[in-house]
C-alpha cells in the first residue's frame, strides 16, 4: 500500500498556545478558562482552566465522558477527598457522574489542568438546577462578550462544521 493522498489539507498546523490565549471572562470566582477547541456540532469541548485556592465549582452531572489532566496545584471532588488530582494525575469521568470540585482553601497555589468534554455539564446549586454548559453554550458566551466590546475574540479550534447541506448536490438523476 502507498501513502494515501491528504484528504484533508491544511496550510498550518492547527495549535493554540495557552501562553498567549484570551482567558474568558468567568461568573465563577477563582476561575479562569482558556478554550482551546470548541465542536458544539459533536459536543466535546477541550478548555485549560485554573482554579485559585478555595475555588469551590457548582455541582454537576455529566452527560458524557471527561478526560482531565492536571498540570499544577491540587485538587479535589467534595465527594471523594480521599483521591486528590494533584501535578501528573490523570482523571476519567464515566457519563452520567455527580460531584463537586474543589481547590483547598490552604492550597499554596492554583489548580491547573486540561479537560476533554464530551456531552454536557448540567450545573446545580445545591439541589437547584443552575444552568448547563457546553461548547455552544461557552462559544455563545465568547460570541456575546466580543459583540458587547467585553474582550477580543479569541483564538481557538472550531471544526468547519455547521448544520445544513453539502455544497454539491449529490443525488442520483
Known amino acids: 500500500m502507498s501513502l494515501p493522498e491528504a484528504t484533508t489539507k491544511q496550510d498550518r498546523l492547527l495549535t493554540i498556545n495557552i501562553n498567549d490565549a ?3 471572562p468567568s461568573d465563577l470566582p477563582g476561575t479562569t478558562v482558556i478554550p482551546l477547541f470548541l465542536d458544539r456540532e459533536n459536543g466535546v469541548w ?3 482552566a485554573k482554579f ?24 479535589n471532588y467534595k ?25 483547598p482553601e490552604d492550597a499554596s497555589e492554583a489548580a491547573e489542568g486540561f479537560m476533554v468534554v464530551h456531552g454536557a455539564n448540567v450545573n446545580f446549586m ?5 444552568n448547563i454548559m457546553d461548547a455552544g453554550a461557552i462559544e455563545q458566551s ?11 475574540m479569541p483564538k481557538y479550534i472550531r471544526p468547519n462544521g455547521g448544520a ?10
Open 22 to 24: 484570551i482567558e474568558l
Open 46 to 48: 477541550v478548555l485549560y
Open 52 to 75: 485559585e485556592p478555595g475555588c469551590v465549582l457548582p455541582t454537576h452531572f455529566h452527560t458524557g465522558t471527561v478526560h482531565f489532566f492536571t498540570t499544577k496545584g491540587q485538587w
Open 79 to 103: 465527594e471523594h477527598p480521599e483521591d486528590p488530582q494533584t501535578p501528573g494525575s490523570y482523571l476519567y469521568e464515566p457519563g452520567g457522574s455527580v460531584h463537586t470540585f474543589t481547590v
Open 126 to 130: 445545591g439541589k437547584d438546577f443552575l
Open 142 to 152: 465568547i460570541l456575546d462578550a466580543v459583540k458587547a466590546d467585553i474582550m477580543p
Open 164 to 173: 445544513g447541506f453539502s455544497t454539491a448536490d449529490k443525488t442520483a438523476g
